[in-house]
């Protein structure tokens, strides 16, 4: 029988502390793009939420819930113009909640959800080269290694490596 460890949901008002308590974390700031603040605060988890909930339908960001608690989030972009058929995937969860399993499930439910919702034909995600544990995240989720883009970031004053994981919509049967 397979239990569901976490389940997706809206952003709520209610999360903020939960999500600042969550993303306060150096270790999760090493891992993210630059838009993430490091210290985050309440107030930055206050307007990340009301960001979220002022995005168009369907949810394009969703809050990670394992009992009833948004111990993180996962997210996409969908592209425009002739990159409309892609999406980048996001997500963190806090750091006592790591190698449980619980971002493997959340990547494969947003990715359905996401190809289920959206008018997409590949989701990929860029983690950095260093961040071993979101590499093997996605490749349990269905993602493949599609490239490694050479010194293609700077993190915390270092050039960094981004590994580059997709994975396709399904086409449909005979």
């Keep these: 029988m397979n239990m569901k460890i976490c389940r997706l949901r809206e952003w709520q008002l209610a999360d903020a502390s939960s999500l600042a308590e969550q993303a306060d974390n150096f270790k999760i700031w090493l891992n993210l793009r630059d838009a993430l603040p490091h210290p985050y ?21 969703m809050t990670i819930d394992v009992d ?7 997210g996409i972009t969908p592209h425009i ?29 947003m990715t359905a959800y996401a190809f289920n919702n959206f008018p997409l034909l590949k989701i990929y995600a860029t983690p ?15 993602f493949e290694l599609e490239a490694i883009l050479k010194r293609a970031a700077v993190k915390n004053g270092q050039v960094v490596d981004m590994h580059y994981y997709s994975i396709f919509k399904e086409e449909p049967g005979p």
């Design 41 to 61: 605060t309440e107030e930055h988890a206050r307007q990340f939420i009301s960001n979220a909930a002022a995005m168009p339908r369907p949810h394009r960001l």
């Design 68 to 74: 009833g608690k948004a111990i993180g989030s996962i």
């Design 81 to 109: 113009d002739v990159e409309r058929i892609s999406a980048e995937l996001g997500y963190f969860i806090g750091e006592k909640y790591w190698n449980r399993g619980i971002t493997t499930e959340a990547i494969r439910e």
């Design 128 to 142: 950095f080269g260093h961040n071993i544990a979101s590499q093997r995240a996605l490749q349990k989720a269905g």
